[in-house]
């Protein structure tokens, strides 16, 4: 999988010091009516039980020059909790401080349902806001790298 390029994503959910979040590429469009996305989440990880007992979570897709974001909730940092959203600035998203600020896109939703599926959790969330950074270009992750696109 690693020779397909797919948008890098970091999905948080939480509130106020329980806030928990981790990188994600497996996350895609499901339907346009109801707005429904899907992002797939190890189910070993904090943010996997954070995100079943919140019912709320936010699909940020990173931009060109948030290498530190993902890094960071990729767990390559000694950060974990709180404790990765410190060094990042947030806006609220569907009511809650869990947009990531100059991502290209964030996506607010409410959990919706679950399918278990080996070592992973699919999440499927009903959006309820969309902020977008119109001149923010995508990150991309494609054979382990990291790449930006030239559009």
Same mark, same amino acid.
């Given at each position: ?67 530190? +974001? ?6 390559? =940092?000694? *950060? #974990?909790?709180? &404790? ?51 001149? +923010? ?6 054979? =382990?790298? *990291? #790449?930006?696109? &030239?559009?």
């Amino acid at each position: 999988m690693r020779h397909y390029a797919a948008g890098v994503t970091v999905v948080t959910t939480g509130t106020g010091d329980e806030r928990r979040g981790v990188t994600a590429t497996a996350f895609t469009s499901v339907t346009m009516e109801p707005p429904t996305v899907l992002v797939c989440i190890n189910r070993n990880g904090a943010t996997n039980t954070a995100l079943r007992s919140c019912e709320i979570f936010c699909v940020n897709i990173l931009a060109v020059g948030q290498d530190e +974001a993902c890094a960071t909730f990729s767990g390559q =940092r000694a *950060l #974990h909790g709180a &404790g990765q959203f410190a060094p990042f600035e947030w806006l609220p998203c569907a009511g809650r401080p869990l947009a990531l600020k100059g991502a290209l896109a964030s996506i607010g939703c409410t959990l919706t349902g679950t399918i278990e599926q080996g070592t992973h959790t699919v999440f499927l969330g009903r959006v309820e806001e969309v902020l977008i950074s119109p001149s +923010a270009r995508p990150l991309i992750h494609y054979d =382990r790298v *990291l #790449h930006s696109v &030239g559009l």
